[in-house]
């Protein structure tokens, strides 16, 4: 009985996106512009571990000339391909995946052009039968992460940006 | 002294006009045109495990490459489309493929199970590091993808 008890708390569903989306806010006095990336790979378990991984390059800027700045110059993709974050649901206590919405805090590792800092993020769950749709919102600053504005971009491009998570979540499924 | 001033302000007007055209050049939607390399997911997924990552990624992250894979789920949508393609490797892998909106059209011709090629811009490989990943599968992403007949 007890070996059950054990195997039973160990166990925990994952859930990885089937779509989601990760989208970047810069605003300042002068300039406000966004991009987007629809390809973050998003997983989190049922006792609340999450994380998510984008490939820098696939965000999508409205101006060429923009994108390949973003990707040359700022994000270095070709040496940092990837940002990545990794963490734990640390509000409610003890979270438990169940039906209905959460509001939830996250915490954990967020790495960015080769750098890696804690943050936390506040965000929804909300669980139907097989589906959980999340939400979460969190600044960082570039800085943090040895992304160096120059002085002539300080007035169009923040120091501070605002991300957006969205993402569909499923069971994960094994390839037969 | 007045046609030296001309053909500087000819000039000026030329540099003006060529930069705006760059700076409001909108981003490509799709890697069309000539592919840089031709190469299953199997040999781009293996030169990534093996390869230092530097040298991989200046190789091919944002290069067009042609490649080809059985469609393993389609999503069609108004903002994104997305191909998921089962290379058939020993690896657990997962290969991502999206697509511009102009490009429903042609995936709306296709169904699971198919075999497709693409084009594509190559974004990059991420190879989980830690035993406790929950994103425990190589993830291959492309996007700005065409299907190549």
Redesign the interface.
């Known amino acids: 009985m007890a070996s059950i008890f054990f195997i039973g708390a160990a166990f925990s569903q994952v859930y990885t996106s089937s779509e989601g989306s990760i989208r970047f806010v810069s605003k300042t006095d002068f300039e406000e512009f966004e991009a987007v990336n629809h390809q973050p790979s998003v997983a989190m378990s049922s006792n609340g571990k999450v994380q998510f991984r984008v490939p820098v390059n696939s965000f999508e800027f409205e101006k060429k000339l923009m994108q390949t700045h973003f990707q040359e110059n700022y994000m270095e993709s070709s040496k940092f391909p990837n940002a990545e974050f990794k963490g734990t649901i640390i509000e409610p206590d003890n979270f438990k995946l169940k039906d209905g919405k959460q509001e939830v805090k996250v915490k954990g590792i967020m790495e960015i052009h080769g750098v890696v800092k804690e943050i936390e993020a506040t965000g929804t769950i909300k669980k139907t039968k097989n589906e959980v749709i999340m939400f979460g919102n969190f600044d960082i600053l570039l800085s943090d992460y040895k992304i160096n504005i120059p002085k002539n971009n300080i007035n169009q491009i923040s120091n501070t940006i605002t991300i957006h998570l969205e993402a569909k979540l499923e069971p994960k499924k094994s390839k037969n | 002294m007045k046609k030296v001033g001309l053909i500087i302000l000819i000039i000026v007007a030329i540099a003006i006009v060529t930069g705006l055209f760059?700076?409001?050049?909108?981003?490509?939607k799709v890697a069309d045109g000539e592919a840089d390399f031709q190469i299953s997911i199997e040999a781009l997924v293996n030169e990534g495990i093996e390869t230092d990552?530097?040298l991989f990624?200046?190789k091919y992250?944002?290069k067009v490459i042609q490649f080809s894979g059985d469609v393993?789920?389609l999503?069609i949508?108004d903002?994104?489309s997305?191909i998921q393609l089962?290379p058939n490797t020993d690896e657990?892998v997962?290969v991502?493929a999206?697509f511009d909106p102009s490009q429903n059209s042609d995936l709306k011709k296709i169904t699971e199970g198919d075999s497709v090629k693409c084009q594509c811009?190559f974004?990059?490989?991420?190879i989980p590091r830690d035993p406790d990943?929950?994103?425990s599968e190589i993830?291959v992403?492309f996007?700005r993808c065409t299907i190549k007949k």
Request: aromatic share 8%.
């Open positions: 760059l700076w409001f050049q909108p981003t490509s990552d530097s990624n200046d992250v944002d393993y789920s999503n949508g903002s994104q997305e089962d657990t997962i991502r999206s811009k974004n990059g490989i991420s990943d929950l994103l993830i992403t996007s």
